[in-house]
């Protein structure tokens, strides 16, 4: 069974900063991509930003220069560092985990989600 477990959600006001994390556990022999994507209130889902496993990267527009995401293989973790936040980027957050190799599957996960509330 894998589970994605998100944490360092809350709330910050604008031009803050915060870090998320989200680890992958259970039997996992690899993972292809992690991301994280949000979802504010009446909007779609929408991707923020995703790694893979060789460490390339790629940002929603609205995000870069200001959002850094990061992996660490060896613990199937990733980071969204959060810099100079904006009320915009309220949103509930979700991990992604792409093409997850277990002994007995591939498949994709979501983690929970966690709250970001940034007030102006």
């Known amino acids: 069974q894998v589970r994605l477990v998100e944490s360092g959600g809350g709330l910050v006001q604008a031009a803050g900063s915060l870090r998320l994390s989200c680890a992958a556990s259970?039997?996992?022999?690899?993972?292809?991509?992690m991301g994280w994507y949000r979802q504010a209130p009446g909007k779609q889902r929408e991707l923020v930003a995703a790694?893979?496993?060789?460490?390339?990267?790629n940002y929603v527009d609205s995000v870069k220069g200001r959002f850094t995401i990061s992996r660490d293989n060896a613990r199937n973790t990733v980071y969204l560092q959060m810099n100079s936040l904006k009320p915009e980027d309220t949103a509930v957050y979700y991990c992604?985990?792409?093409?997850?190799?277990?002994?007995?599957?591939?498949?994709?996960?979501w983690g929970q989600g966690t709250q970001v509330t940034v007030s102006s």
């Open positions: 992604n985990a792409v093409g997850v190799l277990t002994t007995t599957r591939h498949s994709d996960y």
């Open positions: 259970g039997r996992i022999f690899s993972i292809n991509a």
């Open positions: 790694i893979t496993g060789g460490s390339s990267t």
